[in-house]
Nanobody, 125 residues
């Protein structure tokens, strides 16, 4: 079992920045694929940034150039640096971890095994 806990959400004005953190604990062996998703009420969960074990990152078109996903050296914390925030970035943000092997789509929610409880980000215009 892997436990994930997000923090760092809040309310900011358009153009502002936030850094989300996701603390990773438990039996993390093999859980090298990590991602940030977001969801607004009534819509499907949307992948915004994913990080593979080799350090390569993937971003959705909507956040490319504004968001950066990273992990600390101990691999116990996953980050999402969010700059130039827009009102349409308002959502509940979740971190996710994949532990199973095999083919993987970075922004397919069903391909992840563990989820945090989420942290709310609100961007006002």
């Amino acid at each position: 079992q892997v436990q994930l806990r997000e923090s760092g959400g809040g309310s900011v004005q358009s153009g502002g920045s936030l850094r989300l953190s996701c603390t990773i604990s438990g039996d993390t062996y093999g859980s090298d694929c990590l991602a940030w998703f977001r969801q607004v009420p009534g819509k499907e969960r949307e992948g915004v940034a994913a990080l593979e074990g080799d350090g390569s990152a993937t971003y959705s078109d909507s956040v490319t150039g504004r968001f950066t996903i990273s992990q600390d050296n101990s691999k116990n914390t996953l980050y999402l640096q969010m700059n130039s925030l827009k009102p349409e970035d308002t959502a509940m943000y979740y971190c996710a971890a994949r532990q199973r092997s095999g083919f993987w789509l970075p922004f397919e929610a069903a391909d992840y095994d563990y989820w945090g409880q989420g942290t709310q980000v609100t961007v006002s215009s």
